[in-house]
T-cell receptor, first 120, second 113 residues
Framework: AQSVTQLDSQVPVFEEAPVELRCNYS??????LFWYVQYPNQGLQLLLK??????LVKGINGFEAEFNKSQTSFHLRKPSVHISDTAEYFC??????????????????FGTGTQLKVEL | DGGITQSPKYLFRKEGQNVTLSCEQN?????MYWYRQDPGQGLRLIYY???????QKGDIAEGYSVSREKKESFPLTVTSAQKNPTAFYLC????????????FGPGTRLTVL
């Protein structure tokens, strides 16, 4: 079974300050990790993903995350936040592909989310 | 532009009524998903479909039903058996076989009056 823990439900930060949103996971199989952002009353948008290769992953809007297998973490960072980064952020882990049928796909398990509030 | 559409954006229902939420995608994705989002609980998987004419229950399928008659469409019916249906519902899709990110629609907010 897989699970994701986002320990911080809310993170307040001043504009232009750095931020780190924490994500820890558990999985009994290969790990595939994602960060999504959600603005109020909207769907989720992918920020970045780790499937394989380099453990430092760069995404959109200046965000990056580092996959740390020994600490089972995938923390999201941004060196300087903007007011427009105010949103909810979700970490998710995949259990790998669904190979039972031709169509495939993969199941994601989401964390409970971290509300990032950027203040002037 | 390719993407996922959900309708309606807001939906109100009286207790005891069934209601169907629409989800359409033109990304040519094989797999489609329905999630329920409640404050402080993240997203929980209701149903998913890997291919046309097939679907599987997710973690919270009770009180919901789906169909997948066309590749582009994956409607969700919230039945009167769902005891607490007020929530934000999100539809997603992904390419098949390999692990890939899921693309999300804008969501439907269902309120039971």
């Amino acid at each position: 079974a897989q699970s994701v823990t986002q320990l911080d439900s809310q993170v307040p930060v001043f504009e232009e300050a750095p931020v780190e949103l924490r994500c820890n996971y558990s999985s009994s199989v290969s790990v595939y990790l994602f960060w999504y952002v959600q603005y109020p009353n909207q769907g989720l948008q992918l920020l970045l993903k780790y499937l394989s290769g380099s453990t430092l992953v760069k995404g959109i809007n200046g965000f990056e995350a580092e996959f740390n297998k020994s600490q089972t973490s995938f923390h999201l960072r941004k060196p300087s936040v903007h007011i427009s980064d105010t949103a909810e952020y979700f970490c998710a882990v995949s259990d790998g592909g669904l190979y039972g049928l031709t169509g495939g796909g993969n199941k994601l398990t989401f964390g409970t989310g971290t509300q990032l509030k950027v203040e002037l | 532009d390719g993407g996922i559409t959900q309708s309606p954006k807001y939906l109100f229902r009286k207790e005891g009524q069934n209601v169907t939420l629409s989800c359409e995608q033109n990304l040519n994705h094989d797999a489609m998903y329905w999630y329920r989002q409640d404050p402080g609980q993240g997203l929980r998987l209701i149903y998913y479909s890997q291919i046309v004419n097939d679907f599987q229950k997710g973690d919270i399928a009770e009180g919901y039903s789906v169909s997948r008659e066309k590749k582009e469409s994956f409607p969700l019916t919230v039945t009167s058996a769902q005891k607490n249906p007020t929530a934000f519902y999100l539809c997603a899709s992904s390419r098949g076989l390999a692990v890939n990110e899921q693309f999300f629609g804008p969501g439907t907010r269902l309120t039971v009056l």
